[in-house]
Each structure stands twice: as structure tokens, then as C-alpha cells.
């Protein structure tokens, strides 16, 4: 066979050119496939979030079967309603290692302390910063919409006297029946989200709790007064930092581990104005949005641009307002 045959018969190879179009054809690709499948997975993640919630709810349900009211927001010694649900979701054996009598940084509650549930954890929010022997929590339940954090006070002097009253299902030693909501149970939020902390003030997240009532003198009479201080707030000054042990551990019935408010809208700073007034909030790594549980077992996606009124109105329980779809 002549050398010119055998030269007919080769093969050519990629030109540089050719192999990078390839491989912008390529990135390109991935470019498009990796913000698709990020979706998919938040799209899940967030439906099981909805499912924790579902279950929580569900919880909620069954121990007002079985004692006649909804648990209390905080036990006297600040146990949580997370700590009292562990029956209904199927945690016997963590609920027998809790001592009732004993608070929740008690030596006597460190095993349950440590104990990881995961239906009180969003698989969104994968930031873990929570302090060995500390479980986290996601999930808060609802004290109202007002911003006292305690009872109204009865002794003469406190700063806090004519203060209303909590005006959600769950706040300190609260025992409310679902008969009592008189705004009906579909009507009334009685769970949603909040992002765990960093649990560092040397440094500021979106889900720490601001300090400001001592720092800023900033001591808000009311809610509407709360939304504007929230949204005024600089958070990337260190000098507010108040609270970054957020979201554990579930045991603590605290504002910063399992209660929220509904003074001001989802995704505000939370602000805590000692002493005794609290304005933290929903917040999630979900786009666009918080899950709520609401008092007849129904989990609902409520948008971030929900308005304040009926967000407010959400957290009430006997409020008398109406809510629009």
C-alpha cells in the first residue's frame, strides 16, 4: 500500500479550538443543571420541613386528646413544649429521661439535653455551630402577637405593668383548649421556623437576636413600635449583638430556642428590650417564605411579602380579626 493510501486512511485529531467549544458546551450545561437540581433538592427539603411540621402539629392534637389542653409554652421551670410533645412523636424513651421538676440546664436533664430529634431539625438549614451536649431545633410555637415576654406584672413599679398579655396559644404555664380560640383553630398559627444561630457574638447573623433596651435605649411600647426599630436596626453592629444560642437546645423553653412572636413580619431582626419585651420572628432558609403550622393540624407556606396585619392577625387567638385567603 503507497504512503499516500495509508495517509488517506488516517484520522484527525480535535483542533484546540474544537476541544474548547466542547468544553464551554459543557460548562454551560452544568451551569444549567446545577441551579435545577438545587431546586429539586430545596423543593424537597422543603415539603419534608412542612412533614416535621405536619408531625409536630399532629403532636399537638394528640396531647390535647389525652390532657384536655394544649401543653404550656414554658413550664415554670422552662421546659419546653417540644419536651412535652416527645410522647405524641413517637420519643418515649427520651421524654423518660427528662426530670419535669428540674430546669432545663439541670445535670439531672443533660442526657435529654444532648438527645438529636430529627423532626425539630429543616433540611434546609444545615448551619451547625450548636455547642456539644445542646440539640438543635428549628421549629418555635406561636406566644402571639404582642411583645411582652413573661405575665402582665402585678407589682407596683414594673416597668411592664399595663403591658397586654399574650394573646397566642402557648406562653408561660399557658394550658389554652382549642375551644378557646375563638378566631378558630384554621385561623390561628400555632407553629413555624426560625434559623439556628452561630452562637458567637464576635460575629452577627441573620439569625441572632438583637439586644437593645439596655445598649440603644430602645424599649418599644408596642409592636408597631418593635417593626420600626427592627427595621431600622444596623446588624452588623456588634455593639447590639445579643443573643446568638439560637435554636438550642430544644428543652429550653426560651425565646431564642423555641417560641416566636408575631409582632413583627417574617425574616425581621429579632430584638430582645430587657426587661421583659421580645420581638423575635419567623425566619428559614426557604426562598421566599416560612412554613406555619396552624392550630387544626394544616401546615400552610406563608410568602415573606405577607402584610403585617394579617400576619399579625395569624398570630392572635382570639382576636376577632378576619383573614383573607
Not at 81 to 99: R, S, T, Y
Not at 183 to 210: C, Y
Request: charged letters at 15%; hydrophobic letters at 40%.
Amino acid at each position: 500500500m503507497s504512503r499516500n493510501m495509508v495517509r488517506g486512511y488516517s484520522r484527525r485529531g480535535f483542533t484546540l479550538i474544537e476541544l474548547l467549544v466542547v468544553i464551554a458546551i459543557i460548562a454551560i450545561l452544568v451551569g444549567l443543571l446545577v441551579p435545577a437540581v438545587q431546586k429539586v433538592r430545596e423543593a424537597a427539603n422543603r415539603m419534608s420541613c412542612s412533614n416535621n411540621l405536619k408531625q409536630m402539629g399532629l403532636a399537638l392534637h394528640n396531647f390535647h386528646g389525652s390532657q384536655g389542653c394544649l401543653p404550656s409554652g414554658r413550664t415554670a421551670v422552662s421546659l419546653s413544649v417540644h419536651a412535652q410533645l416527645l410522647p405524641h412523636l413517637e420519643q418515649d424513651n427520651i421524654f423518660k429521661q427528662i426530670d419535669f421538676t428540674q430546669a432545663w440546664n439541670s445535670a439531672a436533664n443533660a442526657n435529654a439535653r444532648a438527645a438529636v430529634v430529627k423532626t425539630f431539625l429543616c433540611p434546609s438549614d444545615n448551619f451547625n455551630a450548636i455547642p456539644a451536649g445542646w440539640a438543635g431545633n428549628n421549629y418555635r410555637v406561636n406566644q402571639g402577637s404582642g411583645i411582652l415576654w413573661g405575665l402582665p406584672p402585678s407589682a407596683a413599679g414594673d416597668p411592664n405593668m399595663g403591658m397586654p398579655a399574650p394573646n397566642g396559644p402557648f406562653f408561660l404555664n399557658s394550658k389554652m383548649r382549642l375551644t378557646d380560640m375563638t378566631d378558630g383553630t384554621s385561623n390561628t398559627a400555632a407553629l413555624s421556623e426560625h434559623r439556628k444561630g452561630d452562637f458567637n457574638n464576635g460575629i452577627s447573623s441573620v439569625s441572632d437576636t438583637f439586644y437593645l433596651g439596655q445598649v440603644k435605649g430602645l424599649y418599644p411600647a408596642n409592636a408597631d413600635e418593635a417593626q420600626t426599630i427592627a427595621d431600622s436596626l444596623d446588624a452588623n453592629n456588634l455593639l447590639y449583638q445579643g443573643m446568638s444560642d439560637v435554636g438550642a437546645p430544644w428543652i429550653y423553653g426560651y425565646h431564642s430556642t423555641t417560641v416566636y412572636f408575631h409582632a413583627t413580619r417574617p425574616f425581621s431582626k429579632s430584638c430582645m428590650y430587657p426587661p421583659g419585651r421580645i420581638a423575635t420572628t419567623a425566619d428559614s432558609n426557604h426562598s421566599g417564605g416560612v412554613n406555619v403550622a396552624l392550630c387544626d393540624g394544616s401546615v400552610r407556606f406563608v410568602p415573606q411579602s405577607v402584610s403585617l396585619p394579617a400576619w399579625r392577625a395569624l398570630g392572635s387567638a382570639s382576636g376577632g380579626e378576619v383573614i383573607n385567603e
